[in-house]
């Protein structure tokens, strides 16, 4: 019986062995992903926002996400900017590197070399003068003391809040932060970062160099359906292109961010699933796509690193804004744009605004109010990828008017709770930014609707 317990032991022990062995030699895709997506956000958050990568790790990373994200591990390697995750220390290892300007980038294929090639001139930070805001750092909250029992509120303010601020008549009128966080720490807006790249796109279009109308986008669309797909349809989510938005799972969007060093390429190769400007479809694909083509509208891959500092980012005062690319040099424009929630609020500011800043025009007239105007394709979503609902109220634009909310009530949303609200009958803008999964339910149009209910 001993012989026998010994021979199945060391059967079991072999077999673990083996499966370790070839995990570590073909590693699954999974883990591949997990890496990649482990490796990026603590990368991000290190070297943007000055945290601790294993904090990041446990709160970002594992807490929130996939049970088996627990089992990764990462190192931070301080003189080359880079963090290094794999499964128990080991296993489908993956390296993310931060590049002068523009962030961290998953590097899935090991081409450092790559990586490196792409800078921009560094974010100058959030302003520092003591004028009021916008123009400066200062804030005078006296005014209304009554907002802050509001954003005090757990249930209003939500579960991982991290940032509120509002917004009213131009000026901000209250705001609050969560432990660990401030005024000064840029934040992701993930998904929120689509609404700035159909404003990128817009300030191309604007300097004459890209049309709405404007069709056969990219070489490889030129020979099939694809070719008919417009400007208008990629900001509208009309497109017609196939792509897989599951997050939960290996899919088309977790592939493309964390296992494809030209994303562009990637969700630009995929097949047509529908005729351009017939059906909706959300797809951060379709984001990505529409950065790389207003990067080529540009022409030059330099100058067209330095855009978005150039003609949005600088002229609004966003000094902290960094968005990131891909290994390739294209920007993210789907997920990665950080900005401090200050900052997040002078984009609000600006679309309210019509697209002008300190009497500047700079999107085309009409532009911004277009981006808000419901699709063809859907009601609820605009022409310039922001929603006409809030969270979780997606089947129909009426469903905020139930919080009682305006009828003009338009949003930027994202992954895990952010979330900037515009209302320009109301002349107010609120943000609010957080880890909270979707699961919590939680629904910033109560924190918005006691918020203007106080204001009057």
């Known amino acids: 019986m001993r012989k026998l317990l010994g021979g199945l032991l060391a059967l079991v022990i072999a077999g673990i062995i083996g499966a370790v062995l070839y995990m570590y030699l073909v590693p699954p895709t999974l883990l591949r992903v ?10 991000s958050a290190v070297y943007l926002q000055g945290r601790d990568p294993n904090e990041v790790l446990e709160t970002d990373v594992q807490a929130p996400g996939n049970p088996i994200l627990r089992a990764f591990k990462v190192n931070n390697d301080s003189v080359k900017e880079r963090v290094h995750a794999a499964f128990l220390g080991l296993i489908a290892p993956m390296t993310a590197e931060r590049r002068p300007g523009l962030g961290c980038a998953a590097v899935p294929d090991g081409n450092l070399a790559q990586a490196d090639d792409q800078s921009a001139p560094a974010a100058p930070g959030p ?10 750092a200062a804030v005078d909250l006296s005014q209304h003391t009554d907002l802050a029992q509001i954003l005090a509120n757990p249930a209003l303010a939500g ?22 966080f401030n005024a000064q720490m840029p934040l992701l807006g993930w998904s929120m970062s ?17 049309r709405l109308d404007q069709d056969r986008l990219l070489p490889q669309w030129n020979k099939d359906g694809r070719a008919a797909i417009t400007v208008a349809q990629l900001m509208s989510m009309s497109s017609g292109l196939h792509f897989n938005e599951d997050y939960g799972d290996v899919s088309d969007v977790t592939r493309m961010l964390y296992l494809q060093p030209d994303m562009a390429g990637f969700a630009a190769s995929q097949k047509l699933d529908a005729k351009p400007g017939t059906e909706f479809h959300y797809s951060t694909g379709t984001a990505v796509i529409l950065s790389r083509i207003w990067q080529n509208a540009i022409g030059d891959q330099k100058a067209a690193l330095e855009w978005p500092r150039k003609a949005l980012f600088g002229p609004l005062g966003m000094g902290s804004a960094v968005f ?8 993210v424009g789907g997920s990665y744009l950080y900005a401090t929630a200050r900052d997040w609020a002078r984009f609000g500011q600006f679309l309210l605004q019509d697209g002008t800043w300190n009497g500047q025009q700079i999107l085309p007239a009409g532009f911004a109010a ?7 394709a859907d009601p609820v979503y605009g022409q310039g990828m922001t929603w006409l609902a809030g969270p979780a109220s997606e089947q129909t634009a009426g469903d905020d008017r139930t919080y009682g909310l305006p009828s003009d009530t338009y949003w930027l949303e994202g992954h895990d709770g952010q979330t900037v609200t515009v209302i320009p009958s109301a002349d ?8 909270t999964p979707s699961d919590l339910n939680y629904r910033p149009q109560k924190l918005v609707a006691a918020l203007l209910k106080t204001l009057g």
């Open 194 to 210: 689509k609404t700035v790249t159909a404003a990128l796109a817009g300030t191309v279009i604007k300097a004459g160099k890209l």
């Open 370 to 376: 277009m981006m808000h105007t419901p699709s063809k």
């Open 324 to 331: 990131e690319t891909d290994a390739a040099g294209t920007f």
């Open 159 to 180: 579960p991982g809040m991290r940032a509120i601020v509002v917004v009213h008549q131009g000026k901000i009128v209250a705001e609050r932060y969560g432990d660990g």
């Open 428 to 435: 107010l803008v609120v943000v609010r930014m957080g880890l």
């Open 127 to 136: 302003v520092t003068s003591q004028a009021l805001w916008p123009e400066g």
């Open 34 to 43: 997990g890496a990649g997506y482990s490796s990026k956000i603590v990368c």
